[in-house]
């Protein structure tokens, strides 16, 4: 099941970041996986909350801007070539990976990847099919 | 059916307004002259006395006034009156770094308050309507002008000033406002809150007065969509007296000119020559009817076109294009001509918000030009590269319009100062 990630516009200034952060916290909203994608005026900071819907009463009170893109997390096994394996899989089928980072800690015995895939019911079915282990909100406490 | 507020001059033929500018402007060279030291000086340096003006056709023997006489001239050197005939004081915003007292008798203040009222009823002005002023009341024009001139219509005014949109808000749903006058960038901050509050189906606006700003088409046409309203030009200056020198009908195809107070030319700003109707230049004003400051031949520094062509509301008073803005507003960068008013145009054409702000500076010795936008809902998405091709397409598109590069930057929402009064639209910091 996909799970929804939270994208912030952030302006390139000192503080950006950290007020969100504080906010954040504040609110008691738990990061599961924060991510910045950045250009030299402005970055997307894309973030997996615990609580999307109290994360983005924050976010609008604050006026930012911001939008939810359904993204994966697959389970990698923590052993050299597990994500290539995976990387493998999607490429074959030409999915493609419109950009990845990993979720903090290993829970569950995984590593777990958030990637945003375009086509994301396609890759799930690809996945499963191939064993891939896609993790729940449930598995990461989102929700 | 049309409605107008003083039909007899709005419709008056070309012969009748003639012969009020004739025996109106004879009678205020007069009253200059004797009244005006300063302008009696510069009309004697070019060796003028009011018997040369006979009428119109000799208006172009007159001296110019300009902003520098004002400065010169501050604070009471251009007054008309003896200070206990007057009864207020305006004054400009102060945006050019150079404030403008202006005198007003209660003559003034009445027919100043007409020409208001004239644009309120070519609005659709009644006094059935409930009018909001949201522009600034105190020295500045806006507020103390539309405020005069809605009395005189009948309508029932609710003076609310610039600023504090949940008031605004609050009144205009709750006493059913159905015309606003404000600045074209608060109505269109207003906009944006009845859209994000959801209040659309709770006012009752028809028409918005937006004025004092230059302001594009394409901003016009947003906030008429984004209101349900018409949205009508108002022009003035603090010189003159305010707002309702020249004031837009429901053609919409340019501001009829209150001319039986203010008598308008067209001039080559750098040769001075009168130019014939129909050419683009510097708008020159005398006012005819004024008492406590009356200016002979200002140059307001805006540039337009003057029309007499016939109108479908069926007033005779001249028409002028909105201006392109001030030359005061226009920046020279890298030896091209910059209006704002243009770039705003591109914004809103390419989906951006009129919101914007342009930062001049120069760095190892060239000019540069950045055009500051607010991010919206509505442009941003999760991908980066979705957003920087935006981006490329209205860098090249502010290309094709201003023959130049200027840098887009992307900002956060509501970091760039809405006005209240004026906005902020350039900061040059070759000047700083």
């Known amino acids: 099941m996909a799970i929804n990630q939270i994208t912030v516009f952030l302006e390139n200034k000192a503080g950006a970041l950290l007020n969100v952060t504080k906010l954040l916290s504040e609110n008691k ?15 997307l900071l894309r973030l997996i909350t615990a609580d999307n819907a109290a994360a983005e009463k924050v976010l609008k009170e604050e006026n930012l801007i911001f939008t939810e893109t359904p993204v994966l997390a697959v389970a990698i096994d923590d052993k050299p070539g597990a994500l290539s394996n995976v990387l493998e899989i999607l490429a074959k089928e030409n999915i493609d990976v419109h950009y990845m980072y990993s979720i903090f800690g290993h829970q569950n015995g995984y590593a777990y990847m958030i990637m945003q895939l375009g086509e994301t019911d396609k890759a799930t079915a690809l996945l499963k099919a191939n064993s891939v282990v896609i993790a729940e909100p449930r598995d990461l406490q989102i929700g | 059916m049309e409605r107008y507020y003083q039909k007899e001059v709005e419709c008056a033929s070309r012969e009748e307004m003639v012969a009020l500018q004739n025996e109106r402007l004879v009678a205020q ?131 609310m000033s610039s600023g504090n949109t949940d008031r605004q808000l609050q009144f205009m749903t709750d006493l059913g406002a159905t015309i606003i006058c404000c600045t074209p960038s608060y109505a269109e901050y207003l906009a944006e809150s009845i859209h994000e509050r959801g209040l659309r189906d709770q006012i009752k606006l028809k028409a918005g007065i937006f004025g004092a700003e230059a302001w594009s088409e394409e901003m016009r046409h947003d906030i008429e969509e984004k209101l349900g309203i018409k949205a009508y030009d108002i022009y003035g200056l603090t010189e003159t007296s305010g707002p309702g020198v020249a004031f837009e009908c429901n053609e919409q195809t340019g501001m009829h ?145 201003l023959g130049i590069y200027a840098k887009v930057r992307l900002v956060d929402p509501k970091t760039i100062a809405r006005s209240e009064g004026k906005a902020v639209r350039v900061i040059d910091k070759r000047k700083i």
């Open chain 1, 29 to 43: 909203v738990d990061l599961r996986a924060i991510n910045i994608a950045e250009t030299t005026d402005y970055g």
């Open chain 2, 29 to 159: 060279v007069k009253h200059v002259w004797e009244n005006v030291p300063y302008y009696r000086k510069k009309m004697e340096e070019k060796g003028l006395t009011p018997a040369d003006i006979k009428g119109i056709e000799d208006l172009h023997k007159l001296p110019f006034l300009t902003k520098d006489d004002l400065r010169d001239a501050y604070p009471y050197g251009l007054l008309g009156m003896p200070l206990k005939d007057c009864v207020r004081i305006q004054s400009t915003s102060g945006t050019t770094g150079k404030r403008v007292v202006a005198f007003y008798t209660q003559h003034d203040v009445d027919l100043w308050e007409d020409c208001c009222a004239r644009a309120i009823v070519a609005a659709g002005g009644t006094n059935e309507d409930v009018c909001q002023v949201a522009y600034g009341y105190g020295l500045f024009t806006g507020g103390p002008g539309l405020n005069g001139g809605s009395h005189k219509v009948g309508c029932l005014t609710l003076p």
């Open chain 2, 257 to 401: 000119i209150n001319e039986d107070h203010f008598i308008a030319e067209i001039i080559d700003p750098d040769t001075l020559e009168v130019l014939p109707e129909g050419s683009q230049g510097e708008l020159v004003f005398t006012s005819i009817t004024k008492e406590g400051f009356p200016l002979l031949r200002y140059r307001t520094k805006d540039i337009t076109i003057l029309s007499r062509e016939k109108c479908s509301c069926g007033r005779t008073l001249v028409k002028m294009k909105k201006p392109m803005g001030r030359s005061d507003d226009m920046l020279i960068v890298k030896g091209v001509n910059v209006f704002p008013s243009q770039i705003e145009a591109v914004l809103l054409e390419n989906g951006y918000p009129a919101n914007y702000q342009i930062v001049v500076d120069r760095v190892n010795h060239s000019d540069t030009i950045e055009v500051l936008v607010e991010m919206t809902p509505e442009i941003f998405s999760d991908s980066l590269g979705k957003i920087t091709e935006m981006e490329k397409n209205l860098v090249s598109a502010l290309k094709a319009m």
